[in-house]
């Protein structure tokens, strides 16, 4: 069975730009997840998706931040416009319908805003 | 305010030298307490969900214990293939609606084992 898989696996931009960050989940999962991790910090929830729909999006850190997931397959992350905070490693995991399992994690994107 | 505390930040053991990794949590009503391990430029990868106090779970060279406040890996005669940073992360309980799904991370213990 194929895992989580992100793309890119490394962006760097200017600050002001546009980045999407793609994520293709394991196939049949429900649940997609998105999770930060910011330098030194512990990895953060930013919001999941149960197929197309947000379940819950309160960890999103303000409104340059958009998530989609159309059709329920693959989700993409936009930050427009990027700014120097914005920098870490982006997680993207998946986990069958019922939400007590253990998520399968892509590897993430690292993306760097300069 | 749901919280995941990791001890030590790192650790270097010995290979055969036997140790465990705390996870303490404040959670109101967990549902969940899952180990991960992560190895440098990948995602953190599944070993056990532990779900209520006194359940134990065994893989390989790994122990995953669960308290009321707290969870310890129990890592026996590790090898230097058990290098890694081990993380703990907690699912609150029911009563949450539409944030039953996320995971709240500890910052992780980074251990590294010699041979």
């Known amino acids: 069975e194929a895992g989580v898989t992100q793309f890119p696996s490394h962006s760097v931009i200017e600050k002001g730009q546009t980045v999407t960050l793609r994520c293709d989940p394991i196939s049949g999962h429900d649940n997609l997840y998105w999770y930060r991790r910011v330098m030194g910090k512990e990895i953060k929830f930013l919001l999941h998706?149960?197929?197309?729909?947000?379940?819950?999006e309160s960890g999103m850190p303000n409104n340059r931040f958009l998530a989609e997931r159309t059709g329920g397959t693959y989700s993409t992350l936009k930050v427009q416009p990027a700014e120097l905070e914005d920098s870490g490693v982006y997680f993207c995991a998946s986990s069958p319908q019922g939400t007590n399992y253990g998520y399968t994690f892509g590897s993430g994107t690292r993306l760097t805003v300069v | 305010e749901d919280q995941v505390t990791q001890s030590p930040e790192a650790l270097r053991l010995q290979e055969g030298e036997s140790s465990s990794l705390n996870c303490s949590y404040t959670v109101s009503g967990l549902r969940g307490l899952f180990w991960y391990r992560q190895d440098p430029g990948k995602g953190p990868e599944f070993l056990f969900t532990l779900y209520s106090a006194g359940e134990e779970k065994e893989k390989e060279r790994l122990k995953a214990t669960l308290t009321k406040k707290e969870s310890f890996l129990h890592i026996t005669a590790p090898k230097p293939e058990d290098s890694a940073t081990y993380l703990c992360a907690v699912q609150a309980g029911v009563g949450r609606g539409s944030t039953l799904g996320r995971l709240y991370f500890g910052r992780g213990t980074q251990l590294t084992v010699w041979p």
């Open positions: 998706f149960v197929k197309e729909s947000k379940q819950d």
